[in-house]
């Protein structure tokens, strides 16, 4: 069964600074998706980036890229030029096929703090 | 706003009654995933559906059941509630059944407290 782990329950980062958010995974499969998603105070999940495991090249959102590792299994986010409203709650996703369909867990999540 | 409409915002009810969560999805998704979202087991996807079929399940329990009519709204049926059950339920859509990238929109989610 695939498994996502996100070691960091939180993280704090100075306004203006760079924050890495770890997180690695496990399956047997060669092609899948994973995603980043935020979830502010709000509740709301939303979609900050993604990755297609077939892409060698790593996914660039402005702030946001990630370095993808497949071999390592690691997905790992980099949120550049911190803002105040990037606190929040931050879940790594793997997405898989399955008969016919999308299958998709979620990480435990890191709470990050962005201080002004 | 992602185009994903939840009803309704909020939910109380008492252990072992019925209740239904509605979904519309973005005008143009054909997929519809349902998640439950709870302190003690974080995210966890439910069940997906496309053009009215069941498409992949996950930790859905028996209790639950959902549907995707016609016009493409879901509903999740939540029966024979229990305490644990209260948790904040996520309804997601996209555009693609399999193959590519799928991009899902969540809704704002619809809050279960039991009673």
């Known amino acids: 069964a695939q498994t996502v782990t996100q070691s960091q329950p939180e993280m704090s980062v100075q306004e203006a600074e760079t924050v890495t958010l770890s997180c690695t995974y496990d399956?047997?499969?060669?092609?899948?998706?994973l995603f980043w998603y935020k979830q502010p105070p709000s509740r709301q999940m939303i979609l900050v980036i993604r990755q297609e495991a077939y892409k060698q090249q790593n996914a660039t959102e402005n702030r946001f890229s990630v370095n993808f590792q497949k071999a390592a299994k690691s997905f790992s986010l980099k949120i550049s030029d911190s803002q105040l409203g990037d606190t929040a709650m931050y879940f790594c996703a793997f997405m898989s096929i399955i008969s016919g369909g999308f299958k998709t867990i979620f990480g435990a999540g890191t709470r990050l703090f962005v201080k002004a | 706003d992602s185009g994903v409409t939840q009803t309704p915002k909020h939910l109380i009810t008492a252990t072992g009654q019925r209740v239904t969560l509605r979904c519309s999805p973005r005008?143009?998704?054909?997929?519809v995933y349902w998640y439950q979202q709870s302190l003690d087991q974080g995210l966890q996807f439910l069940i997906q559906?496309?053009?009215?079929?069941?498409?992949a399940k996950g930790n859905i329990l028996e209790r639950f059941s959902a549907q995707q009519f016609p016009d493409l709204h879901s509903e999740l049926n939540l029966s024979s509630l229990e305490l644990g059950d209260s948790a904040l339920y996520f309804c997601a859509s996209s555009s693609r059944l399999a193959g590519g990238t799928d991009t899902q929109y969540f809704g704002p989610g619809t809050r279960l407290t039991v009673l």
């Open positions: 559906y496309y053009n009215g079929e069941e498409r």
């Open positions: 005008s143009g998704d054909l997929s």
């Open positions: 399956t047997s499969e060669s092609n899948y998706y």
